[in-house]
């Protein structure tokens, strides 16, 4: 194959469009594993999220909630998986004209059925594992409770919490590739990712391992959790993917990619 690696400038964007050259060139099994990797990491930091805010709202809770957040996300950047539609790499290597949109679509479609694909297992595990519904099942109410009420309640609220979460994640990535050794890498992430968690962010994929899971626990689990998490019958399928996950994988899609195709013709226009 021949090499498309030239007359990329000294930034932060050209370092990306090179990660993501480097991720067009592997083999479709390799992306699909690595997407479902990224897909089960964010399943656990939504998990650790669950766990943490079943305390009270206190400063030390949500730092807790938001470092435990970050932390889980740190090696989806660092393994060198993507998110989608949080696929910065591949969206500046299109940008820029490194690899075709061809390329970008299919590399796309393999990273967005990886990440669902390990969600949804990791909230399948989770599931038949009682942990929703075992003990006194505060776990399952808690999971009830953000379900009911994330991200927001309107589709312009969830746009809009879509397109910060995504941003925040894409800067996050970005930043780290100034950095070359690991420690420096995390530090630098720690900020967005935790300004990810603590200021109700949103991102696709966490939302579509938590309201699968609400919906089975309200459905299946006894009545008394819907009575006390104060939820309604608005945990539907199609709330699932009409009031929640498409609005907020459209704010992705605008948060990440519209703005990030923008940034890197600008860059390219006054280079």
């Given at each position: 194959?021949?090499?498309?690696?030239?007359?990329?400038?000294?930034?932060?964007?050209?370092?990306?469009?090179?990660?993501?050259?480097?991720?067009?060139?592997?083999?479709?099994?390799?992306?699909?594993?690595?997407?479902?990797?990224?897909?089960?990491?964010?399943?656990?930091?939504?998990?650790?999220?669950?766990?943490?805010?079943?305390?009270?709202?206190?400063?030390?809770?949500?730092?807790?909630?938001?470092?435990?957040?970050?932390?889980?996300?740190?090696?989806?950047?660092?393994?060198?998986?993507?998110?989608?539609?949080?696929?910065?790499?591949?969206?500046?290597?299109?940008?820029?004209?490194?690899?075709?949109?061809?390329?970008?679509?299919?590399?796309?479609?393999?990273?967005?059925?990886?990440?669902?694909?390990?969600?949804?297992?990791?909230?399948?595990?989770?599931?038949?594992?009682?942990?929703?519904?075992?003990?006194?099942?505060?776990?399952?109410?808690?999971?009830?409770?953000?379900?009911?009420?994330?991200?927001g309640d309107t589709f312009i609220?969830?746009?809009?919490?879509?397109?910060?979460?995504?941003?925040?994640?894409?800067?996050?990535?970005?930043?780290?590739?100034?950095?070359?050794?690991?420690?420096?890498?995390?530090?630098?992430?720690?900020?967005?990712?935790?300004l990810f968690s603590a200021s109700?962010?949103?991102?696709?994929?966490?939302?579509?391992?938590?309201?699968?899971?609400?919906?089975?626990?309200?459905?299946?689990?006894?009545?008394?959790?819907?009575?006390?998490?104060?939820?309604?019958?608005?945990?539907?399928?199609?709330?699932?993917?009409?009031?929640?996950?498409?609005?907020?994988?459209?704010?992705?899609?605008?948060?990440?990619?519209?703005?990030?195709?923008?940034?890197?013709?600008?860059?390219?226009?006054?280079?």
């Amino acid at each position: 194959m021949k090499s498309r690696r030239h007359d990329l400038p000294h930034s932060l964007l050209a370092v990306a469009s090179r990660a993501g050259m480097a991720r067009a060139e592997q083999s479709p099994a390799q992306r699909f594993v690595l997407a479902a990797s990224a897909g089960i990491f964010i399943a656990i930091a939504a998990a650790f999220y669950v766990s943490l805010s079943q305390q009270p709202n206190t400063l030390v809770s949500v730092l807790a909630s938001g470092l435990c957040f970050t932390l889980s996300l740190i090696p989806v950047v660092l393994g060198g998986a993507e998110l989608f539609p949080s696929m910065l790499a591949t969206t500046a290597a299109a940008a820029g004209g490194y690899i075709s949109p061809r390329e970008a679509l299919c590399s796309g479609l393999i990273v967005c059925a990886g990440n669902t694909g390990g969600v949804l297992f990791l909230a399948a595990l989770m599931w038949f594992s009682g942990l929703c519904t075992g003990g006194d099942g505060r776990w399952g109410l808690r999971v009830l409770q953000i379900s009911a009420h994330h991200p927001g309640d309107t589709f312009i609220t969830n746009l809009g919490l879509g397109m910060v979460g995504n941003l925040l994640l894409c800067f996050a990535v970005a930043i780290s590739h100034a950095f070359h050794s690991l420690t420096d890498k995390i530090l630098a992430m720690l900020l967005p990712l935790s300004l990810f968690s603590a200021s109700g962010a949103a991102h696709g994929m966490v939302s579509l391992f938590l309201l699968p899971l609400a919906i089975a626990v309200q459905s299946s689990a006894p009545a008394r959790f819907g009575l006390l998490s104060g939820s309604d019958n608005a945990l539907s399928v199609c709330y699932l993917l009409a009031g929640n996950l498409f609005p907020l994988v459209l704010g992705n899609l605008i948060g990440g990619g519209l703005l990030l195709l923008a940034l890197v013709r600008l860059q390219r226009h006054h280079a």
